[in-house]
């Protein structure tokens, strides 16, 4: 039998739910006088089990009125544990062993140890009840546990302001620096995942780091100036990748403070193509905007358009000149 919580907020909200149903039946005991004999015959409940819950009422108030769990809840009983845990251990242990040879190896420790033979039915239970997470782990390595399991378990936002992520993207135009040197500028993004509007967004003809990055944010969490762009506030989980440009003491200290769970993953977790294409489309419209705005404001680079197929080549190591012409035609006009 478990034990009976000492305080509310040691039980689940099921439990608390149970313990308001059955305080509903035998409320009128306490509030009216009614008979423990009445109550049990117009609720349907046995007298045994009534009487029961009003002592137990009595002696720890709500709490005792919810449905106990057992000490060893969740585990496997009949088994020493000494032998459950060599049946994992065998599971787990590479090179991946089929059931019938962590059988015919169980049963011989068994026999030796003087433990209960189980079933090879038994044992294939206990296999199957380990998690596959930890089943990929121990057979297949971290690197394939995370391939497989780390972005379903991160990428359920329910609400807004739950989940943001962030990523830069190398903009496919060329514009004047301060020198006049015709260089591509980079944008850094901010994205609500479950709304996809953009919380915050910043333009550098340098390449990013942690400063710009914690610059973004800033701007994502504070209130706008325009009226249409409305979204704002303190996300619950800033997801990012392991970059240098994100990585940094002081956004952790201040997340820390806010508080704001960070999520630091590999590089290529949050590829374009992994989101769905979601966040793809949304940079691209933003790249749009940036494009006519540098257009309308007559700082797109006019000489670029002589030499942008010179300096294509040369940053991605072409050679054939109707693949330049092609690409850069494209890279141009986005």
Known sequence: MGEIPEALTEMSEDQRQEAMRRFKIIRGHFEDGVSQAELARCSGVPLKTLQRWVRRYREHGLAGLGRLVRKDAGQRRGLPREELLLI????????????????????????????????????????????????????????????????????????????WQADHYHLKIWVLDEEGQPV?????????????????????????????????????????????????????????????????????????????????????????QESGGDFAREQYRVCSRATRTLQESGQFCKRATRNRGRMWAALNGVTNPSIVRRETRAEYFL
């Open 88 to 163: 994992e251990g065998l599971a787990l242990q590479p090179p991946r062993r089929s059931m019938a040879t962590i059988h015919r190896l169980v049963c011989e420790v068994a026999s030796q140890k003087g433990w209960p033979c189980p079933s090879y039915r038994r044992v294939c239970q206990i296999v199957r009840g380990i998690s596959p997470s930890m089943m990929t782990l121990s057979q297949e390595g971290k690197s394939a546990q995370r391939d497989q399991f780390d972005l379903i378990l991160r990428r359920e936002a329910s609400r807004p302001n739950e989940i």
């Open 184 to 272: 591509r500028p980079w944008l850094t993004v901010i994205q609500d995942d479950y709304s996809r509007a953009v919380a915050g967004y910043r333009l550098t003809l340098c390449a990013p780091t942690a400063l710009h990055s914690a610059l973004t944010l800033r701007q994502a969490i504070l209130r706008k100036g325009q009226a249409h762009w409305q979204i704002h506030g303190i996300p619950k989980v800033f997801y990012t990748d392991h970059g240098r440009d994100f990585t940094s003491d002081h956004l952790e200290q201040v997340a820390a403070d806010l508080p704001m769970q960070v999520i630091f993953s590999r590089l290529w977790i949050l590829n374009l």
